[in-house]
């Protein structure tokens, strides 16, 4: 069975900095790219980022471009998020989510979020 | 601004059969697959549909998907009260760089 698990939500300062953590497990980890994706409270899904099963390719939206730097172990079946220079935009779910290919195309398994509030 | 439109919300009864809607362009819903989420509120999102018409193992044969040109639309056929949920359609986008642009999303009420 395919378990994704995040980690690394918490309260944060404005301008502070955050490494969201998601480990997945149940099958050959570096066969498939990893997506974050956000909801801030009460609004849709955002995605933010993906990485491809190497690693080699990483695509960014526009709100996470600069800020935020997607990366992967495969060693460690973890995928990271590092987050710079949080605003209070930012507070929301954070998931990882495994994708059904190589490459970012279709986000097919979640895991259950982690909570990122950006506050002083 | 979503990249793909849904209606904000559905509604009917129990027992009936309602469509949501999901619109896009030929860099997103036109050229590739779309995959439906449903999300029960306090909790993630779940695949519903995926390849715009396959359903994973578990899901209910009452949902279903369809796509013609840049248009999808989720169908839910003898609806029940634990179908109430909010639904989002999603799909690759090929313009800039590539991501995966989503729906508003859709509130279903069961009345």
């Known amino acids: 069975e395919v378990q994704v698990l995040e980690s690394g939500g918490g309260l944060v300062q404005p301008g502070g900095s955050l490494r969201l953590s998601c480990v997945v497990s149940g099958f050959s980890f570096s066969s498939y790219a990893v997506n974050w994706v956000r909801q801030a409270p009460g609004k849709g899904l955002q995605w933010l980022s993906a990485i491809s099963g190497s690693g080699n390719t990483i695509y960014y939206a526009d709100p996470a471009k600069g800020r935020f730097t997607i990366s992967r172990d495969n060693s460690r079946n973890t995928v990271y998020l590092q987050m710079n220079s949080l605003r209070a935009e930012d507070t929301a779910m954070y998931y990882c989510?495994?994708?059904?290919?190589?490459?970012?195309?279709?986000?097919?398994?979640w895991g259950q979020g982690t909570r990122v509030t950006v506050s002083s | 601004q979503s990249v793909l439109t849904q209606p904000p919300s559905v509604s009917g009864t129990p027992g009936q059969r309602v469509t949501i809607s999901c619109s896009g362009s030929s860099s997103n819903t036109g050229s590739n697959p779309v995959n439906w989420y449903q999300q029960v509120p306090g909790t993630a999102p779940k695949l519903l549909i995926y390849?715009?018409?396959q359903r994973p193992s578990g899901v209910p044969d009452r949902f279903s998907g369809s796509k013609s040109g840049t248009s999808a639309s989720l169908a839910i056929s003898g609806l029940q009260s634990e179908d109430e949920a909010d639904y989002y359609c999603a799909a690759w986008d090929d313009s800039l760089n590539g991501f995966v642009a989503f729906g508003g999303g859709t509130k279903l009420t069961v009345l």
């Open positions: 390849s715009n018409n």
């Open positions: 989510a495994r994708d059904g290919h190589n490459l970012p195309s279709a986000i097919l398994i």
